[in-house]
C-alpha cells in the first residue's frame, strides 16, 4: 500500500470556522509534510514531521495549526483563515533517512476555498 | 530556495522520446537530483532520482552530466498520460524545495 489519503477533497470555510484537514498513511513512514499550493504554482512546504515531533515550520501564519497524533495521521487545524489561504493542500510522507526522506509520497490534496 | 532551472514549457510528439533538462550549476558534492511530475489535479508522483550515475527505472531514465551540473530526465516513448508539470529538486537532507519545473504536453 502506496497511498496517502486526505480527507476532505474540497472544504468550503468561511474565516470564523474553525476545520481541521487529515492526512493518513499506512507505509510505516515516520515523516509526514503539509505543503500548500496556489494555482499554476509549485508545492511551497509549511512543516514537516518527524517521528511524530515538529521538525520544520517554514514560518507559517498560526491560523494554521498542525499535529501528529500517531506516525499515521497527520492533521492541519484552520481557525481565522483569510481569502488567500484558499490553495490546494498536500499531504506527503517519506522515510527517514536522507535519501529516502526525498522520495516522497503524496496524497490527492484537500481543495480549500476561504469565503 | 529552489536550486534548479528549467525551461518553463515543452511539447513532445506520443510515441517519442520526452527529454526534459533540468539545470543545476550550484550542486554540492553530497546532493542527490530528484524529479517528481504533477499531473493535473493529483498530489505530485515520484519519478527517479541520481547521485552521479545514470539511473533507469520502469518510468524513466535520468542522466547526470559528468560535472553533475545539469540532467535530463528522458522518458523513452511518451503517451497522452504524460502530459503533466515535471520538478527537478537538488537536495540532501531537509531541504526539500519544488522549483517552477516544466509544463510537458505530449501531442497525439
Known amino acids: 500500500d502506496t497511498e496517502v489519503t486526505q480527507t476532505p477533497k474540497h472544504l468550503v470555510m468561511g474565516m470564523t470556522n474553525k476545520k481541521s484537514l487529515k492526512c493518513e498513511q499506512h507505509?510505516?513512514?515516520?515523516?509526514m509534510y503539509w505543503y500548500k499550493q496556489k494555482a499554476k504554482k509549485p508545492p511551497e512546504l509549511m512543516f514537516v514531521?518527524?517521528?511524530?515531533?515538529?521538525?520544520i515550520n517554514e514560518s507559517v501564519p498560526s491560523r494554521f495549526s498542525p499535529e501528529c497524533p500517531n506516525s499515521s495521521l497527520l492533521n492541519l487545524h484552520l481557525h481565522a483563515l483569510q481569502p488567500e489561504d484558499s490553495a490546494l493542500y498536500l499531504c506527503?510522507?517519506?522515510?527517514?533517512?536522507?535519501?529516502?526522506?526525498?522520495?516522497?509520497?503524496f496524497g490527492a490534496g484537500t481543495r480549500l476555498s476561504v469565503l | 530556495d529552489a536550486k534548479t532551472t528549467q525551461p518553463p514549457s515543452m511539447d513532445c510528439a506520443e510515441g517519442r522520446a520526452a527529454n526534459l533538462p533540468c539545470n543545476h550549476s550550484?550542486?554540492?558534492?553530497?546532493?542527490?537530483v530528484y524529479w517528481y511530475r504533477q499531473i493535473h489535479s493529483q498530489g505530485p508522483q515520484y519519478i527517479i532520482h541520481g547521485l552521479k550515475n545514470n539511473e533507469t527505472n520502469e518510468m524513466a531514465s535520468l542522466i547526470i552530466t559528468e560535472d553533475r551540473k545539469s540532467s535530463t530526465l528522458i522518458l523513452p516513448h511518451a503517451t497522452l498520460r504524460d502530459t503533466a508539470v515535471y520538478y527537478c529538486i537538488v537536495t540532501f537532507g531537509d531541504q526539500f524545495y519544488f522549483g517552477t519545473g516544466t509544463s510537458l504536453t505530449v501531442i497525439p
Open positions: 550550484t550542486i554540492s558534492g553530497n546532493e542527490y
Open positions: 507505509m510505516g513512514h515516520r515523516a
Open positions: 514531521y518527524s517521528y511524530e515531533k515538529l521538525s
Open positions: 506527503a510522507s517519506s522515510q527517514e533517512d536522507f535519501v529516502a526522506k526525498n522520495i516522497q509520497y
